[in-house]
């Protein structure tokens, strides 16, 4: 599968201002866009590895219940993404939690255990 700079720039700004809700300034936003658009456009056409995705991981979507973990809401599923998609979208998603001063130790907040 060859990397599609259009579809991903579609993606990315769809969505970075669902970003601003959480707290991430403006010109983070603006910063992190120009970042994914220029790594974006170095790999096009390239061939990226794929697998299954779920589509929309996140800690929400894990569940854990006598001692098993089960994975729920498949709504957004592919069976051909890049690899890195499910990752990325969880490592994204703290990260954004973790700028929330709730979850910052840092920032005198408890810290979520």
């Keep these: 599968m060859g990397h599609d700079h ?11 201002p ?9 010109a983070t936003l603006r910063d992190v866009r120009e970042a994914g658009f220029r790594l974006s456009r170095a790999l096009q056409s390239r061939t990226l590895p794929t697998a299954a995705s779920h ?5 929400q979507n894990i ?19 890049p690899v890195y998609h499910d990752v990325t979208h969880f490592v994204g998603y703290l990260l954004l ?15 979520a255990t």
């Design 6 to 16: 259009e579809k991903y720039a579609t993606e990315l700004d769809t969505l970075l």
């Design 18 to 26: 669902k970003c601003a809700p959480f707290g991430v300034a403006a």
């Design 55 to 59: 589509g929309d991981f996140i800690p």
């Design 63 to 81: 569940l854990v219940h006598q001692g098993k973990l089960g994975v729920i809401d498949f709504a957004s599923y592919s069976d051909c993404a």
């Design 97 to 111: 939690l973790g700028a929330k001063p709730i979850y910052a130790a840092s920032s005198g907040g408890r810290k």
